[in-house]
């Protein structure tokens, strides 16, 4: 099961515009949203609300696109944690209205929330809360599948 994940992130990662996005559980009922460069640069965090009970599925879709445009992202990861199967739907929805050809992909998010709560994410990312640390790691394994441990 991992190659198979690790196969298709790489070849994901490798067949477009080098920037990376992630949705993925902060808590219960937000989403974080890091996007990244080529070199796992971060460009911007955001918090999002599109899953029960808030249901601002049209407002996050409206920040999402605004992200897209402005970082040119060609890539989406959704976490496969809590929430990823109703994220994944808001990608879904969102992709059938924009004209970019931006792709998704789901990743693994074991050992995210080990790496965002860590002393090395904290000295790299210290003006951060753990959720958008956590953003950062899954939206990285996009750059490097083989590295996402080593966040």
């Not at 601002?56 to 920040?63: F, M, P, T, Y």
């Not at 753990?130 to 939206?139: D, E, F, T």
């Amino acid at each position: 099961m991992f190659w198979k994940e690790f196969r298709a992130a790489s070849d994901a990662a490798s067949h477009y515009r080098p920037c990376g996005f992630r949705l993925g559980s902060g808590l219960p009922y937000r989403l974080q949203a890091g996007s990244c460069r080529q070199h796992g640069k971060v460009l911007d965090t955001i918090v999002i609300y599109p899953t029960a009970p808030q249901n601002k599925v049209e407002e996050s879709k409206k920040i999402l696109k605004e992200m897209i445009h402005k970082y040119n992202i060609s890539l989406i990861s959704v976490g496969n944690g809590t929430a990823s199967r109703e994220s994944e739907q808001v990608i879904v929805e969102l992709l059938k209205e924009i004209k970019e050809p931006v792709k998704y992909v789901i990743v693994n998010e074991a050992g995210a929330s080990v790496y965002s709560a860590s002393k090395l994410a904290t000295e790299e990312f210290p003006a951060f809360d753990v959720g958008q640390r956590s953003a950062v790691s899954i939206a990285r394994r996009l750059q490097d599948p083989g590295g996402a441990g080593k966040d």
